[in-house]
């Protein structure tokens, strides 16, 4: 747990010249607290991951690169009203779905956020796994409570894609995400990130809906699984950078609830406009594998006023598909 003065002599060092030195005398004069003090002070700090270098003559200096992945510095980084407050933050967890749903059902609110470092049994569709090592990635679950019917929380996942878009295109500009229906964004042509949307509902009310992000942020090749390695990639890997997972997380909830806000005003016609300004099917011959395992081949023709995909079969019929794998 970070003590009020940790937190000071965090913001101390994170100010002004990121090179500049602060000497052990003008924080203990600025804290009012002994030289040893502010000593034992930086030790827990380093000892919960912040890498500050001291100098004999000099004092400390914060390696600002490698801010640590942890609840302090993601709840200090957000802008948001609702979405990530509160924020639970783990190290490691079966998968943070899980661990969302448990506390909507015991009545956490809206914009609740569960955020890990490491997921031992990420989810993704269909009994599917998302492999979640440790240390590169952002994994995020979000409770909602929107006053929409059942059948309208796929928009929910819409919100979500277009949100991931935007906060890529915010962090590294140069890059071109593409949507592929119905959860994936993809950076050339391989998966960067999934979204798992899961709800609970009544008839014609939803209790709550779970929404589950999953993006390759710092991914590289030596720790990513072999069994994706085909059909994945990160940020990292297509651009050599190394994404910020703490500045990542405060702007894709500040995409979210700008989006979710529009939902709650009845609103979805400009959602779905700008996820089909990125969508990557349209005109193109695809298989879709249905959950009842059953394919259906045609030309994608785009997503009706509900996001509906609309299929034109070989022999002319359109069909309308809710859910399912697209194959291009
Ligand atoms: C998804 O499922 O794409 C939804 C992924 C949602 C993950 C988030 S992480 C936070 C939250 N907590 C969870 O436990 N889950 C959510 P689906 O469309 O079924 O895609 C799964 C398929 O994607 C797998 O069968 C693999 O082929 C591939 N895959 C698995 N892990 C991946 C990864 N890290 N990156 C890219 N592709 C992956």
């Not at 593409?178 to 960067?192: C, S």
């Not at 990125?278 to 259906?296: F, L």
């Not at 994608?300 to 006023?305: A, F, I, P, T």
Request: proline letters at 5%; a positive charge; glycine letters at 8%.
């Amino acid at each position: 747990m970070q003590t009020p003065t940790d937190k000071t002599i965090l913001n101390i060092l994170k100010k002004g010249d990121k090179k500049v030195y602060h000497s052990g005398e003008s924080l203990s004069r600025s804290l009012g607290l002994s030289r040893t003090a502010i000593w034992k002070h930086i030790r827990k700090l380093r000892d919960s991951g912040y890498r500050i270098e001291a100098r004999p003559s000099q004092g400390y200096r914060l390696e600002c690169l490698h801010i640590p992945f942890n609840k302090p510095e993601l709840t200090a980084g957000l802008e948001t009203l609702v979405m990530g407050r509160p924020l639970h933050f783990y190290r490691d967890v079966e998968s943070t779905n899980y661990i969302a749903s448990e506390l909507a059902q015991n009545g956490a609110p809206e914009g609740t956020c569960v955020i890990a470092d490491y997921q031992k049994r990420g989810k993704g569709r269909m009994g599917r796994a998302w492999e979640s090592p440790p240390g590169v990635n952002l994994y995020l679950s979000l409770i909602l409570r929107p006053a929409l019917s059942p059948v309208d929380a796929p928009r929910l996942t819409f919100l979500a894609a277009n949100a991931v878009i935007e906060t890529i295109k915010k962090t590294l500009p140069s890059l071109h995400p593409e949507i592929k229906w119905p959860n994936d964004i993809l950076i050339n042509d391989k998966k960067t990130a999934g979204i798992l949307t899961e709800m609970n509902s009544e008839v014609d009310r939803i209790n709550f809906v779970i929404l589950g992000i999953g993006i390759n942020l710092n991914m590289t090749d030596r720790v990513f699984p072999e069994n994706i390695r085909s059909v994945a990639t990160s940020i990292r890997l297509e651009t050599g950078e190394e994404v910020d997972r703490v500045r990542f997380a405060g702007l894709l909830l500040l995409e979210i609830e700008k989006e979710y806000n529009i939902i709650k005003r009845g609103g979805f016609t400009s959602i779905l406009d700008h996820w089909k300004r990125y969508s990557n099917i349209n005109g193109r011959r695809a298989r879709i594998k249905q959950a009842d395992g059953k394919e259906i081949e045609g030309v994608v023709l785009g997503v009706d006023e509900d996001g509906v995909l609309c299929l034109k079969k070989d022999d002319g019929g359109v069909v309308k598909v809710f859910s399912g794998d697209l194959m291009l």
